[in-house]
């Protein structure tokens, strides 16, 4: 670009002279724009240094430019610059203003054309010509942001609820209009704001939420809606803000009038949706379990079955004590010493009981050093303490206050203190308690040492747990390092007599220490002795408050039995802190205080997209083996939550499906006939593309992302769902959750699309059913296009670690140059499957937040059968959904070109499994060579490893076998058999291993 300026003094302004380039804009051959300068400065905006592409040199004389009006709006960020930057940046003003001269003079917004008219007009063009349907899309829309204050779900909501405008005073059509186009007409009491000038000079603007005579805290949507506190001596001024906090022109994101009044006509269908359910009446929660079951529950806690039984089982499983063996791997000794020594001082709220009441101070403490070298024996890792990483540290604050921590342990201040002592789990001194990497294995698999479950499994990956580790080891100071602990063996061994004499292993359990005789049953005990009296030196002491005394001796005198199902699970729910996240019926829920700590990746879902969905009605609700994957398995569906659901172990929740199917009816669906279920399922389609019903604006689609949302997959839902669930929850989905954003598109049973089966409500959700039946290969609706990603592998392998087609989250893909590929499973520790060609796409992934499934691409797909691939022969772990107990994944290693090196333990052996891939002499087939290295202390017979499976496996040469055809594996190191399995058959090496190292080779080719 190149001008021309002239500077006039008396004036002083300045010309320039430019030629538009867009023939749009040639109509105008020259522009004069001439820029009044006050102060011999010069205003132009803060904008980037380039050329315009509009214009190009132009060699004209300046002729005025008649449509020249500078709009205000273009002037918010103006700066002044002195005379001396003007050689500089002269061009840049013109740029500005030739760009405010090609607008029209009376351009006008979306807001100041409909003011232009009557609000009755607009009410009734809304009424009959809007689209509610379009109208709810619009809602959701991210520009607009109306749910990030409308049913937000927050304890203290910015604005009104839109949903809760039925049950409030009558709203007139006229009014909407009206709150859209003037928000700060009529604010609603309630929600008025403030305007602060703060000593600063800073002027904040927001709903007061308290004040009085220290401080001001103030609710402020920016970005999002957050909380500002000022000190009352902070303030200059203080007044009412006449402004709603409303945007006066929030409507100009939308395109057209049409627009408008699709979005007022669905505002009208919100304001007349009364519900015509009493299950509308939905419970406000937050209350516990009633106190006869408290003292049932503390049995539990207390592990009080460790040495009472009887007739009868508990109500409650009981809360086993931690596996010492796996805990002296992480924990210092230093602090076990002292927490043996005094467990309630150590770490108040403990359920660990003092044993060694009866002991002398000096005894006491001999007692502890002897138990603690018995301890540290049992470990067979070395810990020292390392660097921390300060961003590590702080990426481990971040995940410990947002993926469900504090929804159990209190969030920390920047002391590490709690904020919520009195209603929290304590954490104990975690600095002094642990390592950092002590406590990083602990957290990647907390069920290994507290098999109860009280402390679930987070689904961390390794970095994760080392960042939250980081995190919660980070209030230990610096020191000088201290000589590593030794284990004196005299101590150790007198500690491990003194373990079996303190009856330690009563709840200790220990596989060389058999469990002594339980004593009195629980139903027999005299409820003012032994544990439970507060003067007794002979019995465990436990820091219990006078009422947990109270309450145990009811429970005690019942048997620790609870007749009714619904109290049995209501026990449970609250013994595993489920309800601290999920409410059912009244019991539980968020609390008011942690809610700011449940976040969504997606605001635009409001409070469903960051608070867990509630477990009233259940199991009316999810189909049994859907429940079970969840409670057992992992899955998930909700990316948007980052709160986590956590994995208590099978064995811990497992029965809680069996439990939610029983308590909560099934609801049976309206009986539906049609002629073709090919036209039907063509009908359920089309609503739900994007020329229906439009469901693909907010639901994701076969783990493609929505457009306005990631609300849940679509294609999910039939696997989920029971039917008659489905169906009344598309009539009324307030009903449901009146929090929801979802619209109801049959509001009172009447279709809002009476051009789809003539508008018969039952016969269009039907088809939606029919449709939704299809799951991953459901046809692709209308609306829908997501380009594939693809990973690739070109000079090095490629590796993603994210859930792979019959796998869980702890999936790992690698793909290999050779254009081979695998998937392992690192729950289960095993290969899962093979291909050849293109690695994946992680899109599934990448696109919810690593909550969706990556997708194998390729050819000749091999898959293997689920459950460890080394295991005991005699005695095999059962597959199910869970993970094998005596198998743990400890991460991998890589090779110079990437390649892993997958490393676990089962039992006491250390196992690496290797691939590395070839292409076979024929160029044609992919080739895996598979290398297992397994390193033994001892001689461990009986043992078995599974190289594949099939239909039918034949030995085609020495070594060599043909699996169904497709897979030839080949064993270079050992001797294979054929094992039979049901109608299924397993290759499989016989394993007797002697001490030390053993190899095991062999290579797949497909």
Aim: charged letters at 20%; one cysteine or more.
């Amino acid at each position: 670009m190149s001008s021309a300026w002239k500077r006039k003094p008396s004036q002083c302004s300045y010309t320039m002279t430019m030629q538009p380039r867009s023939p749009s804009l040639r109509n105008n051959t020259a522009c004069e724009t001439r820029l009044p300068a006050k102060h011999d400065c010069l205003l132009i905006a803060r904008l980037p240094c380039v050329s315009h592409p509009l214009c190009i040199p132009s060699p004209v004389h300046p002729i005025p430019c008649q449509s020249f009006s500078p709009l205000p709006d273009m002037f918010d960020q103006l700066a002044c610059l002195p005379t001396c930057c003007l050689p500089t940046c002269r061009w840049l003003c013109g740029v500005l203003f030739l760009l405010a001269s090609c607008l029209p003079v009376s351009a006008q917004s979306l807001s100041q054309k409909l003011k232009t008219e009557s609000v009755e007009t607009l009410a009734k063009d809304a009424r009959e010509k809007g689209n509610a349907i379009v109208g709810a899309i619009l809602l959701t829309r991210k520009d607009l942001a109306c749910t990030r204050c409308h049913d937000s779900g927050a304890t203290q909501p910015i604005a009104p609820s839109l949903r809760q405008m039925a049950a409030d005073e009558p709203v007139s059509d006229v009014h909407l209009v009206e709150s859209l186009l003037q928000p700060s007409k009529v604010i609603k009491k309630g929600y008025e704001s403030v305007r602060v000038l703060n000593v600063d000079g800073q002027v904040i603007t927001g709903r007061p939420l308290t004040n009085n005579d220290q401080r001001l805290v103030l609710q402020v949507f920016e970005q999002d809606v957050r909380q500002i506190e000022l000190a009352k001596d902070d303030i200059e001024q203080l007044t009412t803000a006449k402004q709603s906090l409303m945007p006066d022109n929030l409507i100009d994101q939308l395109a057209n009038r049409q627009q408008f009044l699709d979005l007022t006509r669905y505002l009208m269908e919100l304001k007349e949706n009364k519900p015509a359910s009493k299950l509308h009446a939905q419970p406000v929660g937050g209350e516990t379990i009633r106190p006869a079951l408290r003292g049932v529950a503390l049995l539990s806690e207390l592990n009080c079955t460790a040495c009472h039984s009887g007739n009868q089982e508990l109500a409650l499983p009981a809360k086993t004590a931690p596996n010492l063996q796996q805990s002296s791997n992480a924990l210092r000794p230093e602090f076990l010493l002292r927490f043996i020594a005094d467990p309630v001082t150590v770490k108040p709220g403990t359920t660990m009981p003092d044993v060694m009441a009866h002991l002398t101070p000096a005894q006491r403490q001999q007692a502890a050093t002897e138990l603690t070298h018995y301890v540290v024996s049992l470990s067979d890792q070395s810990l020292s303490d390392q660097p921390l990483d300060a961003q590590a540290s702080d990426r481990g604050k971040e995940l410990f206050h947002s993926v469900g921590c504090v929804s159990c342990h209190s969030p920390l201040d920047d002391t590490l203190q709690p904020l919520l002592p009195e209603s929290s789990v304590p954490l104990g001194p975690t600095a002094d308690k642990y390592h950092r990497d002590g406590l990083r294995a602990f957290l990647e698999n907390p069920l290994a040492t507290r098999p109860a479950g009280r402390m679930p499994n987070m689904k961390l990956d390794h970095w994760e747990a080392n960042d939250l580790a980081s995190y919660l080891v980070s209030s230990k100071q610096a020191t000088e390092p201290t000589a590593p602990f030794v284990v004196d063996a005299k101590l150790a061994e007198r500690g491990r007599e003194r373990f079996v004499e303190l009856r330690c292993n009563q709840c200790h359990q220990l596989q060389q220490d058999a469990k002594p005789d339980a004593s009195l049953a629980i139903a027999e005990l005299r409820v003012q002795q032994g544990c439970l009296s507060k003067s007794s030196t002979t019995s465990p002491r436990f820091d219990l408050t006078d009422l947990q005394r109270e309450q145990l001796q009811v429970a005690v005198r019942s048997g620790g039995k609870v007749a009714d199902p619904i109290d049995h699970l209501n026990l449970q729910l609250t013994a595993f802190r489920c309800v601290n996240c999920h409410q059912r019926d009244q019991l539980g829920g968020v609390s008011e205080a942690r809610n700011p700590y449940f976040k969504t990746g997606d605001p635009n879902l409001g409070p469903q997209g960051r608070i867990p969905p509630p477990l009233t009605n259940a199991g009316s609700k999810l189909k049994p083996q859907w429940m079970r994957q969840v409670l057992v398995s992992g899955r998930a569906i909700r990316p948007y939550v980052l709160t986590r659901m956590p994995q208590f172990g099978t064995d811990n929740v497992g029965h809680l499906v069996e439990a939610f199917q029983e308590l909560d009816p099934p609801i049976e669906p309206p009986q539906v006939t049609f002629d073709d279920q090919k036209e039907i399922r063509k009908v359920g389609g089309e609503l739900v593309g994007s020329q229906g019903l439009n469901c693909i604006a907010c639901h994701s689609f076969q783990l493609k992302k929505a457009a306005n949302m990631s609300a849940v997959d679509l294609t999910e839902m039939a696997e989920r769902l029971h039917k008659g669930w489905f169906d009344q929850y598309m009539r009324q989905p307030q009903t449901f959750n009146p929090n929801t954003i979802m619209p109801s598109f049959w509001p009172g049973g009447r279709a809002m699309r009476e051009d789809y089966v003539d508008g018969n409500t039952d016969l269009q959700i039907e088809a939606m059913w029919q449709y939704l039946l299809d799951g991953r290969q459901a046809r692709t609706p209308r609306g829908l296009i997501t380009e594939p990603i693809e990973l690739l592998a070109n000079d090095e392998a490629v590796i993603l670690r994210r859930s792979y087609p019959g796998i869980g989250k702890r999936g790992i893909g690698v793909g290999y140059p050779s254009q081979v590929n695998l998937s392992y499973d690192a729950e289960q520790m095993r290969l899962a499957s093979i291909w050849q060609g293109k690695f994946a796409d992680p899109g599934g992934v990448w696109r919810s937040q690593g909550h969706g499934r990556v997708r194998p691409l390729g050819e000749r797909p091999i898959q293997f059968m689920p459950g460890p691939d080394l295991d005991s022969a005699d005695q095999p772990w059962a597959v199910d959904d869970g993970r094998p107990p005596n198998h743990q994944f400890r991460g991998y290693s890589l090779d110079e070109k990437q390649r892993p090196r997958l490393q676990y333990q089962f039992g006491d052996l250390q196992v690496e499994d290797y691939f590395v891939d070839a292409k076979a002499n024929d160029g044609q087939r992919g080739v895996l060579r598979r290398t297992i290295v397994i390193d033994a202390k001892q001689a461990q017979p009986g043992l078995v490893f599974r190289a594949a499976n099939g239909q039918e496996i034949k030995q085609v040469a020495d070594n060599v076998f043909l699996i169904d055809s497709a897979l030839r594996v080949t064993i270079v190191d050992g001797k294979a058999v054929v094992a039979n399995d049901n109608e299924t058959q397993r290759l499989q090496l016989p394993l007797n291993l002697k001490p030390g190292r053993s190899t095991i080779t062999l290579e797949y080719s497909w």
